[in-house]
């Protein structure tokens, strides 16, 4: 029986541990920075709850993110796929606890939980509309959780994996509508306002550096004949076919966008005369050196080429992102009137 001291003793213990619980809600709700957030719990939840280690899974809009807190830091990484262990209790979709000193049926114990000092883990899963938005499995140290310890990593388990989705979820949607904002939805590729962008920064990169850089103008030959013979639907197969093509030609300290209509503009970082006109040939080549396939109104493969107008920044005039668009278009021209699939370049 509890005598009266040892009966403040624990419920003094007790609002000692709610006190640290209140405290860490309410620091974490004014933090909107995932990593500083789970380097607080890594440092806090031991004050409520004898919690020594912890792992939060949660889904994303493509894949998941784990997080995993030991030795006072918290390890934040995303993957396509789930470990076996959080796998297999991710499809449960139930509550489990596990003592590490008996035989565990199912997954291995994962590294993070291996210890002579982890006595007992217990694993939470969140169900948000009948669908699993995560999993929290946590680690007790020297002894089993206790039923008021279990109380605590509920609690503070569903505030803290809401508080990460919400902020993923925000996240997620902030970077969605710079996207769509930023690209063009037929082809994926930037639109003519990020890649116009993109070039006069390039410029300004340039003439600080004083590094070469050069632009090509590319345009798909006889696309209109496409358009008119086998209808729009395969206009925009071949569209997204030739961005495609370009895009993995494309280096990765280059840009590409969507010009205009079937127009697209590379923008070359230092990159002169020579390399910009190999560059150039060298797409053109993977271009037509493969038909394009195209489903409606049924299924045939079409013979597509692209010409194209070069030119490169001349570093001893001052040259704006209109007068340079305007060399690559006179090039490009000329690249047309010369019989097309052919590249020409402009001094």
């Known amino acids: 029986m509890i005598n009266g001291t040892q009966w403040n003793e624990l419920t003094a213990q007790q609002l000692v541990r709610y006190e640290a619980l209140f405290k ?38 493509q894949g998941f993110m784990t997080i995993d807190g030991i030795r006072g830091e918290a390890v934040v990484s995303e993957s396509a796929e789930l470990s076996q262990w959080d796998l297999h209790f991710y499809k449960l979709q139930v509550p489990h606890s596990i003592r590490t000193s008996e035989h565990i049926n199912g997954p291995v114990l994962p590294d993070i939980f291996k210890g002579n000092d982890i006595i007992e883990v217990q694993i939470l899963p969140f169900i948000r509309m009948n669908s699993c938005i995560g999993l929290l499995s946590v ?27 919400e902020i993923l979820f925000r996240k997620q949607a902030t970077e969605a509508l710079m996207i769509k904002a930023s690209t063009d939805s037929l082809t994926g590729l930037l639109n003519r306002g990020q890649i116009i962008e993109k070039l006069g920064n390039q410029i300004a990169s340039a ?20 358009n008119d013979t086998y209808g729009h639907l395969a206009g925009d197969d071949v569209l997204r076919e030739i961005s495609r093509r370009l895009q993995k030609q494309t280096r990765s300290s280059d840009f590409l966008g969507r010009y205009g209509g079937e127009e697209f503009l590379f923008v070359f970082f230092q990159c002169g005369e020579d390399l910009v006109n190999r560059i150039a040939e060298r797409i053109r080549t993977y ?13 045939q493969d079409l013979n597509v080429t692209i010409s194209l107008g070069t030119t490169c920044l001349k570093q001893s005039f001052e040259t704006t992102v ?14 047309k009137a010369d019989g097309r699939n052919c590249i020409s370049y402009e001094n």
């Open 139 to 165: 680690a007790s140290r020297h002894e089993p959780f206790s039923d008021i310890d279990k109380k605590f990593i509920r609690i503070f388990g569903n505030y803290f994996a809401n508080r990460i989705s």
């Open 207 to 226: 003439r600080y550096s004083n590094e070469p850089l050069g632009i090509a103008l590319a345009d798909i030959d006889h696309f209109k004949n496409i």
């Open 322 to 335: 209109e007068a340079l668009l305007a060399r690559a278009d006179r090039a490009l021209y000329r690249a």
């Open 24 to 61: 860490l809600l309410d620091e974490i709700q004014s933090l909107e920075d995932i990593g500083q957030i789970c380097r607080l719990v890594v440092l806090r939840w031991k004050y409520f709850a004898n919690v020594t280690r912890w792992r939060l899974v949660l889904v994303k809009e």
């Open 287 to 299: 271009v037509a050196n493969t038909p394009i396939r195209v489903e409606k109104p049924e299924p």
